[in-house]
């Protein structure tokens, strides 16, 4: 059988004559919104929830607006060009794609050492493992997901899986706390406090670094390219979005029946506390549940993106992509076990990630009104423009983290 360019038989690639699989859409989906779902996203969903309450409500629906602005430009550009994302901007500028292949995978492996230590927590909490061990035994399941003879399809089906069981276990835990819904709606669209910090914050968390080109690589991998897959891939790029929201909604829904109780978040655990006060022990334990999937699959999603940024380098990991990447993951594993924490060289990665998010958009951009990129393809022009926008607004997010966070390496 042949395969289009730029796939493989383990990535689950697709005949050419082959109806589009919902399938894969839905599981390229599944894999960007459960790259962004990890543990930072918890934490940050419970925090802002206990500063803002219901007007935690208008920072999601704005972050969704932009997350949708992102991810619609990316996905369908790179379907269109064929190409990855750091390819594509060597292509707008020779050269712009090494930087960002550079920053991707350093910011990836400083989020993946966290991830990591977000599973060993995971473990903690349900089995009394130490994090380390914890962190250990979550690598081998990863690892051993890239190690499948059809990776692809083991990939978008550890995504979904794990994907529904959070939402699912999220929604009881909502249920159970009674949260003000009727004011959360109103809240979410007239809010009395509005926090463009909190905003930025949000879409830099959910499609910034790697994630924004999780999906699309993936889709890529798949043998989707060409104008005749933009109608499905457009879908599926809301479709990561929307599933991110939902999540984000539902936690925030839990968060917020917690505080509007009376009750107050544990500042050393927002996100445990939450489901701690409306469940108890047992509640606790769903908590470590939630953390170890959304740790587990921000490490997947994050070592399989970033490894796709180094596929252009060398026709070697080009070829042996799976076990580069468990060397990616035994690598985050390896730091977070001996050192605990990421070194500081990591942290001033994690700042610079915030960076990339703009500039690889901006390319995107470009990429989508040349000729020599995506031939006489039409590009929307609000797209077009709402795409600038996001780029602006996470400028400035990136920005402010590299002011704030580099001072710190030097203390």
Aim: a positive charge.
């Amino acid at each position: 059988m042949n395969y289009p360019a730029g796939a493989s038989k383990d990535a689950g690639a697709l005949k050419p004559a082959q109806k589009t699989s919902w399938s894969v859409l839905l599981g390229a989906a599944f894999i960007m919104a459960t790259s962004a779902i990890g543990p930072g996203f918890l934490t940050q969903t419970a925090v802002f929830t206990g500063e803002l309450a219901a007007n935690f409500g208008f920072v999601i629906l704005a972050s969704v607006v932009l997350d949708i602005g992102a991810q619609l430009n990316m996905w369908r550009i790179i379907t269109v060009s064929g190409m990855r994302g750091q390819d594509i901007a060597n292509a707008v500028l020779p050269g712009l794609g090494y930087f960002v292949a550079f920053a991707i995978v350093l910011g990836g492996l400083a989020f993946n050492i966290g991830n990591i230590a977000g599973a060993g927590l995971g473990m903690n909490v349900l089995f009394g493992l130490t994090p380390r061990v914890g962190a250990l035994i979550s690598a081998l399941i990863a690892v051993f997901v890239f190690l499948s003879k059809e990776t692809g399809k083991a990939l978008d089906g550890f995504a979904k899986v794990l994907g529904l069981v959070m939402i699912v276990i999220t929604v009881y835990i909502a249920v159970m706390t009674s949260p003000p819904v009727g004011r959360a709606i109103v809240k979410s669209v007239a809010p009395d406090r509005i926090d463009m910090f909190a905003v930025l914050t949000l879409v830099g968390g959910t499609v910034g670094g790697y994630i924004t080109f999780a999906g699309g690589h993936r889709l890529l991998d798949a043998g989707m390219k060409g104008r005749e897959y933009l109608k499905e891939v457009s879908k599926a790029s809301v479709s990561g979005i929307l599933i991110t929201a939902v999540m984000r909604v539902v936690l925030f829904l839990a968060a917020l029946g917690v505080v509007a109780a009376g009750a107050s978040l544990d500042p050393a655990n927002p996100p445990a506390s939450v489901f701690k006060i409306a469940a108890g022990n047992a509640g606790f334990k769903f908590f470590g549940i939630v953390l170890w999937c959304a740790a587990i699959t921000s490490v997947a999603g994050a070592a399989y993106t970033s490894v796709s940024f180094l596929r252009s380098l060398h026709p070697v990991i080009e070829k042996k992509q799976p076990l580069v990447t468990v060397g990616f993951i035994c690598l985050s594993a390896l730091v977070f076990v001996l050192v605990g924490k990421p070194v500081k060289v990591l942290i001033a990665a994690g700042a610079l990630n915030g960076l990339i998010l703009p500039v690889a958009l901006l390319s995107v951009l470009a990429a989508a009104h040349s000729r020599k990129i995506t031939g006489d393809y039409k590009h929307p022009l609000w797209m077009t423009v709402f795409g600038v926008f996001v780029a602006l607004t996470t400028a400035v997010m990136g920005g402010k983290t590299l002011i704030t966070e580099l001072p710190k390496l030097f203390k």
